[in-house]
């Protein structure tokens, strides 16, 4: 299973983006996917993720701002970040479980003041 990223970059505070993960396997496959992101001498930490193919799950500091989405057919998982703070500045990688672990190549997002 191969995971690519594309979407990251520098943005100013307050903007958007939109991060894309593209899987090489059927999506509905993966009982869970989800969106991580680390910065220096931290852990990576989970950001937003899917249980099973409905339910999705997002960590305090990016509720009401960052939407996690998917498309079956495109095999393609999504991460719309708007309003974006300097402190969501970070490597932002995806991830996917089918029982084992399969990881992104991670992507900067970089959100300046």
């Known amino acids: 299973v191969q995971l690519v990223e594309s979407g990251g970059g520098l943005v100013q505070a307050g903007g958007s983006l939109r991060l894309s993960c593209t899987a090489s396997?059927?999506?509905?496959?993966?009982?869970?996917m989800g969106w991580y992101r680390q910065t220096p001498g931290k852990q990576r930490e989970l950001v937003a993720g899917?249980?099973?193919?409905?339910?999705?799950e997002y960590t305090d500091a990016v509720k009401g701002r960052f939407t996690i989405s998917r498309d079956n057919a495109k095999k393609t998982m999504y991460l719309q970040m708007n309003n974006l703070k300097p402190e969501d500045t970070a490597v932002y990688y995806c991830?996917?479980?089918?029982?084992?672990?399969?990881w992104g190549q991670g992507t900067q997002v970089t959100v300046s003041s």
């Open positions: 991830k996917m479980r089918d029982g084992r672990e399969y």
């Open positions: 899917f249980i099973g193919a409905i339910r999705r």
């Open positions: 396997v059927n999506l509905l496959n993966m009982p869970y």
